[in-house]
């Protein structure tokens, strides 16, 4: 009789396992994508080809959330302290490495309230300006934004934003300050600019590639070393060819957990995020856009982490040199 009880004991306790294992995903409740911008921008492209890329791996709905504002940290801090299931994760760009160094007090702190899944892609950005300026290529804008200093405003996405990062780097470049112009994202900045109230942006190819090739924008030059394939934007020059030397800045996106989600859980995940960046419908509408689906080591949360501390490292002294901050 004990040794049935001690039997049935144990077929409990494994049978408790299984259901802890098979937790996630919990039936018939969708995985949030946290995007930190608006909707209709780079971040917001990447999730929502993301979103669908990881239904079929995680078999459940994958829904995207705009949590907008402060250049990414309002959304990232509200993955940072969602429950810990599974069911609520950050898309983040480069704005997780910059942000620790552009506020003093961050809600959140990078490195330990998250659990890096992966990184996605590598996008680079391009220096694009309103359709009425009246420079047509890099050159001449340059002049003109020598006959115009003081009156010239650059939008970007907040501080902490990539549009704010390679503003901060082209106004070094140029010596020259311009009135930066933050939105919750570079969507609205993009028809704003369009509309021709702001005369720069600095914006990631997934979100200026179609606007550069239907020439609703004028395009001056991308921000990477190399010169893009792309056909909406292989004319382009690079902005260190164009000579502002050594002017390198291409994004990235990953995707975290709340710390303290389980192993078991962020391995379903991770499994999840590689399946879908072998998608090859994914990796299509990626690389339309001029951005790179990332295939190696960092696809790992764990190699992940590590880059993105190098990256903390690489951009912190960047922005502290130009001496911008907020509280
Ligand atoms: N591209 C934006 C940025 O500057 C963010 C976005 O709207 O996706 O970071």
Request: charged share 20%; glycine share 8%.
């Amino acid at each position: 009789m004990k040794k049935l009880f001690a039997l049935s004991l144990l077929v409990a306790a494994s049978c408790q396992t299984l259901v802890v294992a098979s937790d996630f995903p919990v039936k018939d409740k969708p995985v949030t994508i946290v995007v930190p911008f608006v909707a209709g921008g780079p971040t917001d492209r990447v999730a929502r080809d993301l979103a669908e890329a990881m239904r079929k791996p995680l078999g459940t709905t994958v829904v995207v959330e705009n949590v907008a504002g402060a250049g990414g940290t309002i959304g990232a801090n509200k993955v940072a302290k969602a429950p810990q299931d599974g069911h609520t994760v950050l898309l983040h760009h480069i704005g997780m490495a910059t942000s620790p160094a552009l506020y003093r007090k961050m809600p959140y702190n990078t490195m330990d309230d998250f659990e890096f899944l992966g990184m996605v892609n590598e996008v680079p950005m391009t220096l694009i300006g309103r359709p009425t300026l009246p420079a047509n290529n890099f050159k001449e804008l340059v002049t003109w934004i020598g006959q115009n200093k003081g009156k010239i405003n650059l939008a970007n996405a907040g501080l902490g934003a990539a549009s704010h990062l390679c503003g901060l780097m082209f106004q070094q470049a140029v010596k020259t300050d311009m009135t930066t112009v933050p939105y919750k994202g570079t969507a609205p900045a993009m028809n704003d600019l369009m509309g021709g109230q702001v005369d720069l942006l600095c914006d990631q190819t997934t979100n200026t590639s179609s606007q550069i090739e239907g020439k609703t924008v004028k395009a001056f030059a991308v921000t990477t070393m190399k010169r893009l394939t792309t056909p909406a934007l292989k004319d382009l020059p690079t902005l260190n060819e164009a000579g502002l030397k050594d002017f390198n800045v291409s994004i990235w996106h990953g995707m975290y957990a709340p710390k303290g989600t389980p192993a078991e859980t962020v391995a379903k995940l991770n499994a999840a995020l590689r399946a879908a960046l072998k998608d090859p419908e994914f990796i299509k509408k990626q690389e339309a856009l001029g951005a790179v689906v990332v295939t190696d080591k960092r696809t790992d949360g764990a190699e992940h982490k590590k880059f993105v501390a190098a990256e903390i490292a690489k951009w912190g002294p960047v922005i502290k040199a130009a001496g911008e901050y907020a509280d």
